[in-house]
C-alpha cells in the first residue's frame, strides 16, 4: 500500500493492491471461490473466517481501488447500489441529506421510494450553484450527496466549494464518481469524505459484471462501513472481484481512448442542425467547463443532445449498426438510450422536463472503438431523420 502511493497512476491501475499470491506466487489474484476458511482451532485462523466478512480476491480489488481514488480505505459491493445503499445506512430516522437534483435515477428511486420510508429526508437541489446547496441545509443535515457531472444532462458542481459548505455544517460529504472515474476526478483530494463508484463502469470497463465500491480516508468512517458491508451483507463475489481486476489494469489507457472518441463525437455533433442541444461538458459554452477543468483531468465520454422529437429519437437510433441501444455506459463498447423511456423511466415526468430530459433526449456512452466508424455510424442515423 505505501509503495502503490508513491507510484502514477498507470502504475497504480497495473500494480495496486496486488501482490503475488503467497502459497504460489501466482501474478494474478486467485479467484478465492470459497465461503470458508479451515480454522486450526477454534478461533485461530489465518486471518479468514467466512467470506462475507474477508475474502482474499475481495481484499486485493478494495486496496486496488484505494489506491486509485488515493484514498486509504476500499470497500467493495455487489452493485453500485449496494455502495449507495450502504452509505446511507450510516444515517439514522430524523437526518436530513441534500442531494444533486439529477442524480442517477437508482438513486433518486432508492432514496424517494424506499428510505424516505424509514424516516430520512432528502432534499434534491441543483447543486451546480453551490447557493442551492447552502439553501437546502437544515440544522437536521448531515450529509450532502453530489454527482459531478451528472446524469445524463452533464451539470457539474464545484467539489471544493461544495465541501467547505459540508465541512462547516459539519455535515459528510459524499460523491458518486462513477462518469469521471478515478483516472479523471478524486474527490478525497478535493475535500470529499466518501467517494463511490458504480465499478459495473468505467472501472472494470467490459460490460461483464456489476459492482460497486467506496473509498474513505477516515478509520472511524471506514470502520463503520466494513461494518455495514459485513453485517448487511450486499458483499460481490470473488469472480466479480476477479474480473473488476482484470478491468481496472487498462483502466488509464481505456479512459484515454473514451476521452479522444468523445471529444470527436461532440466536435462531429456540434456542426449537425439536426442535434439541437448538446450537453458535453468539454464544450467551452457548457456552464460547468471552467469548473471541470479545475476539478478534473479530462470531460470522460458521456455526450448527451436533443434531436427534438421522440420520433427522431427513434428513426436515429434504428439506423446505428455500431451503437448498441442499452443501458449502462462506461464500457468498451459504444452505448446509446434514451433516458426518458429507459434509464430515467423512474424520475416524475415533471422533474424530468425540468431537467430538460425531452422525449427528444439522447445519452451515448462513447466506447473504445475506431472513431471513424462512430462517426460513419453517427452519420447514418442522422441521415435518417433529414
Ligand atoms: C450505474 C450507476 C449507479 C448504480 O450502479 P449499479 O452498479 O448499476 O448498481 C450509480 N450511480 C451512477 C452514476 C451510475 O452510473
Given at each position: 500500500?505505501?509503495?502503490?502511493k508513491?507510484?502514477?497512476?498507470?502504475?497504480?491501475?497495473?500494480?495496486?493492491?496486488?501482490?503475488?499470491?503467497?502459497?504460489?506466487?501466482?501474478?494474478?489474484?486467485?479467484?478465492?471461490?470459497?465461503s470458508?476458511?479451515?480454522q486450526?482451532?477454534?478461533?485461530?485462523?489465518?486471518?479468514?473466517?467466512y467470506?462475507?466478512?474477508?475474502?482474499?480476491?475481495?481484499?486485493?480489488?478494495?486496496?486496488?481501488?484505494?489506491?486509485?481514488?488515493?484514498?486509504?480505505?476500499?470497500?467493495?459491493?455487489?452493485s453500485?447500489?449496494?455502495?449507495?445503499?450502504?452509505v446511507i445506512?450510516?444515517?439514522?430516522?430524523?437526518?436530513?441529506?441534500?442531494?444533486s437534483d439529477?442524480?442517477?435515477?437508482?438513486?433518486?428511486?432508492?432514496?424517494?421510494?424506499?428510505?424516505?420510508?424509514?424516516?430520512?429526508e432528502?432534499?434534491?437541489?441543483?447543486?451546480?450553484?453551490?447557493?442551492?446547496?447552502?439553501?437546502?441545509?437544515?440544522?437536521?443535515?448531515?450529509?450532502?450527496?453530489?454527482?459531478?457531472?451528472?446524469?445524463?444532462?452533464?451539470?457539474?458542481?464545484?467539489?471544493?466549494?461544495?465541501?467547505?459548505?459540508?465541512?462547516?455544517h459539519?455535515?459528510?460529504?459524499?460523491?458518486?464518481?462513477?462518469?469521471?472515474?478515478?483516472?479523471?476526478?478524486r474527490?478525497l483530494e478535493?475535500?470529499?469524505?466518501?467517494?463511490?463508484?458504480?465499478?459495473?463502469?468505467?472501472?472494470?470497463?467490459?460490460?461483464?459484471?456489476?459492482?460497486?465500491?467506496?473509498?474513505a480516508?477516515?478509520?472511524?468512517?471506514a470502520?463503520?462501513?466494513?461494518?455495514?458491508?459485513?453485517?448487511?451483507g450486499?458483499?460481490?463475489?470473488?469472480m466479480?472481484?476477479?474480473?473488476?481486476?482484470?478491468?481496472?489494469?487498462?483502466?488509464?489507457?481505456?479512459?484515454?481512448?473514451?476521452?479522444?472518441?468523445?471529444?470527436?463525437?461532440f466536435?462531429?455533433?456540434?456542426?449537425?442542425?439536426?442535434?439541437?442541444?448538446?450537453?458535453?461538458?468539454?464544450?467551452?459554452?457548457?456552464?460547468?467547463?471552467?469548473?471541470?477543468?479545475?476539478?478534473?483531468?479530462?470531460?470522460?465520454?458521456?455526450v448527451?443532445f436533443?434531436?427534438?422529437?421522440?420520433?427522431?429519437?427513434?428513426?436515429?437510433?434504428?439506423?446505428?449498426e455500431?451503437?448498441?441501444?442499452?443501458?449502462?455506459?462506461?464500457?468498451v463498447?459504444?452505448?446509446i438510450?434514451?433516458?426518458?423511456?429507459?434509464?430515467?423511466?423512474?424520475v416524475p415526468?415533471?422533474?424530468?422536463?425540468?431537467?430538460?430530459?425531452?422525449?427528444?433526449?439522447?445519452?451515448?456512452?462513447?466506447?473504445?472503438?475506431?472513431?471513424?466508424?462512430?462517426?460513419?455510424?453517427?452519420?447514418?442515423?442522422?441521415?435518417a431523420?433529414?
Amino acid at each position: 500500500m505505501k509503495k502503490d502511493k508513491n507510484h502514477r497512476f498507470g502504475t497504480r491501475a497495473v500494480h495496486g493492491g496486488v501482490e503475488p499470491d503467497p502459497s504460489t506466487g501466482a501474478i494474478m489474484t486467485p479467484i478465492y471461490q470459497t465461503s470458508t476458511y479451515a480454522q486450526n482451532a477454534p478461533g485461530e485462523h489465518k486471518g479468514f473466517e467466512y467470506s462475507r466478512t474477508q475474502n482474499p480476491t475481495r481484499i486485493a480489488l478494495e486496496k486496488s481501488i484505494a489506491t486509485l481514488e488515493g484514498g486509504e480505505y476500499g470497500i467493495a459491493f455487489s452493485s453500485g447500489m449496494a455502495a449507495i445503499s450502504s452509505v446511507i445506512q450510516l444515517l439514522k430516522a430524523g437526518d436530513h441529506v441534500v442531494c444533486s437534483d439529477d442524480v442517477y435515477g437508482g438513486t433518486f428511486r432508492l432514496f424517494d421510494k424506499i428510505y424516505k420510508n424509514f424516516g430520512l429526508e432528502f432534499s434534491f437541489v441543483d447543486t451546480s450553484n453551490p447557493e442551492n446547496i447552502k439553501k437546502g441545509l437544515t440544522e437536521k443535515t448531515v450529509m450532502i450527496w453530489l454527482e459531478t457531472p451528472t446524469n445524463p444532462t452533464l451539470k457539474v458542481t464545484d467539489l471544493k466549494e461544495a465541501s467547505a459548505i459540508a465541512k462547516k455544517h459539519k455535515a459528510l460529504m459524499v460523491v458518486d464518481n462513477t462518469f469521471m472515474s478515478p483516472y479523471f476526478q478524486r474527490p478525497l483530494e478535493l475535500g470529499a469524505d466518501i467517494v463511490l463508484h458504480s465499478t459495473t463502469k468505467y472501472i472494470a470497463g467490459h460490460s461483464d459484471i456489476i459492482g460497486g465500491a467506496i473509498v474513505a480516508n477516515d478509520s472511524d468512517l471506514a470502520e463503520k462501513l466494513y461494518f455495514i458491508q459485513n453485517a448487511a451483507g450486499a458483499v460481490p463475489g470473488p469472480m466479480d472481484c476477479f474480473l473488476t481486476l482484470r478491468g481496472i489494469k487498462t483502466l488509464h489507457l481505456r479512459m484515454e481512448r473514451h476521452e479522444h472518441n468523445a471529444r470527436k463525437i461532440f466536435e462531429y455533433l456540434k456542426k449537425q442542425p439536426a442535434a439541437k442541444k448538446i450537453y458535453y461538458p468539454g464544450d467551452p459554452d457548457h456552464p460547468g467547463h471552467e469548473i471541470q477543468k479545475k476539478q478534473s483531468s479530462g470531460f470522460g465520454s458521456i455526450v448527451s443532445f436533443d434531436i427534438g422529437t421522440l420520433e427522431n429519437a427513434r428513426r436515429f437510433m434504428s439506423e446505428l449498426e455500431v451503437f448498441t441501444i442499452a443501458e449502462s455506459l462506461g464500457s468498451v463498447e459504444s452505448l446509446i438510450e434514451h433516458p426518458a423511456i429507459m434509464t430515467h423511466a423512474s424520475v416524475p415526468p415533471e422533474n424530468r422536463a425540468k431537467l430538460g430530459i425531452t422525449d427528444g433526449f439522447i445519452r451515448i456512452s462513447v466506447g473504445v472503438e475506431d472513431i471513424d466508424d462512430l462517426l460513419d455510424d453517427l452519420g447514418r442515423g442522422l441521415g435518417a431523420i433529414k
